[in-house]
């Protein structure tokens, strides 16, 4: 009994840091997608320099969303679960 109680800690533990884990990087990229969207908004950017900063927004968006849908994902599963 007392291997099942231990297992079922660890397993918390991990989800738990897992899931503070995929919370600061979602507002980590949140911060960034604000600071980049502020970059294009600023007309003293070059084409060149804009091209740049909408090449990263676009890949720091992607990277938001595959959080989001993970996010989405998991709460699916456990609504069919319960």
């Not at 091209?51 to 994902?73: D, F, G, M, V």
Request: proline residues 0%.
């Amino acid at each position: 009994m007392g291997n099942k109680l231990k297992v079922r800690e660890q397993t918390l533990r991990y989800a738990k840091t897992k899931k503070q884990k995929m919370l600061r990087e979602e507002e980590e990229l949140e911060k960034k997608i604000n600071i980049l969207q502020r970059q294009t908004d600023s007309v003293c950017n070059n084409a060149n320099e804009k091209l740049a900063i909408n090449i990263q927004l676009e890949q720091k968006t992607k990277e938001l969303e595959k959080i989001t849908e993970y996010r989405t994902n998991g709460a699916l599963k456990m609504q069919m679960v319960q």
